[in-house]
């Protein structure tokens, strides 16, 4: 006599309560997701916000805007972390960066004593001796963050600006929405296209967006 044995199995009650689990969990991730996506633009926008901030700071207390304080003997003479300066204004103050439009991220010039005097006094943190790519801070979405003069700005755009790179096209629009008009080629917010794990330059006359496109990259700038 062959014995047989009952086959268990899942009952349909049992399985939609692993598909509701199941969906449950996904929900989850997904809402994770969007709440650290949301988290970054907000920092972005501080980002933004608290350069312009610095720079209106340093201005009130040495009427003259940082990078275009000078001459460099003046700044060195101030001590503390001003001896560790190297760059003072060139030619002199005028009220405009002298910045490369190829070198936003990795800052020469007025756009690298950008940097120094806003360390050197205080109002954002590291060493004034710090140059190159090193200079240009850390933003929200991994890239850095650089300033630009008026001359070798995103085309149509007016005077000195502060610029985020290697932005999710998603985010870009919502920080464009949040700060100016949601139009990357027009107000004081323009964005240029850039790629993915590359901080790119949004200067030298470069046109700025006509849209965003959500699985692009975007250089996004803001006038100081």
């Known amino acids: 006599m062959k014995s047989f044995k009952k086959q268990a199995g899942f009952t349909l009650v049992e399985i939609a309560i692993v598909l509701v689990i199941v969906g449950l969990l996904l929900a989850g991730v997904l809402k994770g997701q969007e709440l650290i996506a949301n988290s970054r633009i907000k920092a972005g926008g501080n980002e933004l916000a608290s350069i312009s901030a610095a720079n209106n700071s340093y201005v009130d207390r040495f009427r003259r805007m940082p990078g275009d304080d000078g001459p460099l003997a003046t700044l060195t003479a101030r ?6 300066v190297t760059v003072g204004s060139a030619p002199g103050p005028n009220g405009a960066l002298v910045s ?3 070198a936003v991220f990795t800052p020469v010039l007025e756009s690298l004593g950008f940097w120094q005097h ?3 006094a205080g109002f954002i943190t590291g060493s004034p001796a710090t140059i190159g790519a090193a ?3 850390q933003n929200a979405f991994g890239g850095l963050i650089g300033v ?3 001359a070798a700005a995103v085309t149509g755009a007016n005077g000195n600006a502060v610029c985020l790179s290697q932005v999710p096209g998603t985010a870009a629009r919502a920080l464009d929405a949040q700060l100016d008009d949601g139009v990357p080629d027009a107000g004081g917010v323009r964005a240029t296209l850039g790629a993915a794990g590359v901080n790119t330059n949004p200067g030298a006359a470069v046109a700025a967006a006509t849209g965003y496109v959500d699985t692009s990259v975007y250089t ?3 006038t100081l």
Not at 79 to 84: I, L, P, R, S
């Open 79 to 84: 001590g503390g972390q001003w001896a560790n």
């Open 100 to 102: 490369a439009g190829a």
């Open 118 to 120: 806003l360390r050197a």
């Open 135 to 137: 200079a240009a801070p």
């Open 148 to 150: 630009i003069g008026a």
């Open 220 to 222: 996004v700038c803001r």
